[in-house]
T-cell receptor, first 114, second 118 residues
Framework: EAQVTQNPRYLITVTGKKLTVTCSQN?????MSWYRQDPGLGLRQIYYSMNVEVTDKGDVPEGYKVSRKEKRNFPLILESPSPNQTSLYFC?????????????FGPGTRLTVL | AQKVTQAQTEISVVEKEDVTLDCVYETRDTTYYLFWYKQPPSGELVFLIR??????QNEISGRYSWNFQKSTSSFNFTITASQVVDSAVYFC???????????????FGTGTRLQVTL
């Protein structure tokens, strides 16, 4: 089954404790992306990647890191989480068709930073 | 910089009414891509449509239709004869083309919550 998986689905942590949210897709998509969703702000892109070893900043990259060492995986790293990073996070992937195609979204990760 | 505005925060309609969700975008590029996504109460995000800037033809898919007007930088979404199952948050999104024709960053609007009641 074609899908994007994210782990964990729920996470409660404390300020400053490094964490990684994993994202994996099995559709051989070139384009992968991370978003955060906050009430009243919609979805905001954090980072995206157009292929292995090619990543770039979205609209809200501060406080986040990503890596794309393999085509299928695109982990999101919070080196020193802060309460303002409490949010619902979505990973997505798509083909690159002279631009991002239909985004396939993961189920979301709800992160709470105390 | 690219920007998407969905001025309607929330809309309530009675079943069978038609409803239009507005999307206005800003971009400096002549080549770009527009999208609509649906987020039902269960939380998943569902793709509805992708349109490139060179294709101004309106599109119809069942009860859904999209009106793309470059002159007003709008890509509005209409649901005809709305149903309770249409209740969701709807997001419009924009991606500009980068050098070489390969677009990258994807900017979403803040979403419109549609409530359809009996």
């Amino acid at each position: 089954e074609a899908q994007v998986t994210q782990n964990p689905r729920y996470l409660i942590t404390v300020t400053g404790k490094k964490l990684t949210v994993t994202c994996s897709q099995n559709m051989n998509h070139e384009y992968m992306s991370w978003y955060r969703q906050d009430p009243g702000l919609g979805l905001r892109q954090i980072y995206y990647s157009m292929n292995v070893e090619v990543t770039d900043k979205g609209d809200v990259p501060e406080g986040y890191k990503v890596s794309r060492k393999e085509k299928r995986n695109f982990p999101l790293i919070l080196e020193s989480p802060s309460p303002n990073q409490t949010s619902l996070y979505f990973c997505a992937s798509s083909l690159l068709l002279q631009g991002p195609g239909e985004q396939f979204f993961g189920p979301g990760t709800r992160l709470t930073v105390l | 910089a690219q920007k998407v505005t969905q001025a309607q925060t929330e809309i309530s309609v009675v079943e069978k009414e038609d409803v239009t969700l507005d999307c206005v975008y800003e971009t400096r590029d002549t080549t770009y891509y527009l999208f609509w996504y649906k987020q039902p109460p269960s939380g998943e995000l569902v793709f509805l449509i992708r349109r490139n800037s060179f294709d101004e033809q309106n599109e119809i898919s069942g009860r859904y239709s999209w009106n793309f007007q470059k002159s007003t930088s709008s890509f509005n979404f209409t649901i005809t004869a709305s149903q309770v199952v249409d209740s969701a948050v709807y997001f419009c999104a924009l991606s500009e083309a980068q050098v070489g024709g390969t677009a990258s960053k994807l900017t979403f609007g803040t979403g419109t919550r549609l409530q359809v009641t009996l």
